[in-house]
T-cell receptor, first 113, second 114 residues
């Protein structure tokens, strides 16, 4: 069965510091991988996705993620965090019929001054 | 992209009542999906709403509790029936407008059941 693990429930980062959010997945075939962000009281917004090709994908708001098949990981990174990045981040995986996504439990990012 | 509107955005309901959530999309889509996000939890797929056929429910969700309608390619409703406090959640509608694999979400309907 497919699953997604986000081992960090909360992360606090100083504004301007770099960020890495971890995501590990389990999927029997080629995965389609996604990162979504949810700001308080808002719906989910797609940050980036990986289907195939270059394993380093660029997304919106300066985020990037790297797909590492050998590690079953799809970690999200940002070189310099802004206070507006404080939100909940969800990693998700899908496959054939990839619209049906399995989500991780989320990582709440707090940004300190 | 797709613009998804959900109504109501939030509601407070009494135990034992039912509430219908509407989802309107600005373009025609083949499949629409309903997710639930319980407080402090991740998203769980409830069902896939197919136009012209019955919805397909995920394990743990049944039609009697969560009846779904899909009268056309831009609209769907989810009803939460006979509500209990455990049904307090955010319910999100989502669509994939084209074969891009991108799942777009509405802003959700936050239900509180007293």
């Amino acid at each position: 069965a497919q699953s997604v693990t986000q081992p960090d429930i909360h992360i606090t980062v100083s504004e301007g510091a770099s960020l890495e959010l971890r995501c590990n997945y389990s999927y029997g075939a080629t995965p389609y991988l996604f990162w979504y962000v949810q700001s308080p009281g808002q719906g989910l917004q797609l940050l980036l996705k990986y289907f195939s090709g270059d394993t380093l994908v660029q997304g919106i708001k300066g985020f990037e993620a790297e797909f590492k098949r050998s590690q079953s990981s799809f970690n999200l990174r940002k070189p310099s965090v802004h206070w507006s990045d404080a939100a909940e981040y969800f990693c998700a995986v899908g496959g054939s019929g990839f619209q049906k996504l399995v989500f991780g439990t989320g990582t709440r990012l707090l940004v300190s001054p | 992209s797709a613009v998804i509107s959900q109504k109501p955005s939030r509601d407070i309901c009494q135990r034992g009542t039912s509430l219908t959530i509407q989802c309107q999309v600005d373009s025609q889509v083949t499949m629409m999906f309903w997710y639930r996000q319980q407080p402090g939890q991740s998203l769980t797929l409830i069902a896939t709403a197919n136009q012209g056929s019955e919805a397909t429910y995920e394990s743990g969700f049944v039609i009697d509790k969560f009846p779904i309608s899909r009268p056309n390619l831009t609209f769907s409703t989810l009803t939460v029936s006979n509500m209990s406090p455990e049904d307090s959640s955010i319910y999100l509608c989502s669509v994939t407008p084209r074969s891009t694999g991108e799942l777009f979400f509405g802003e959700g309907s936050r239900l509180t059941v007293l």
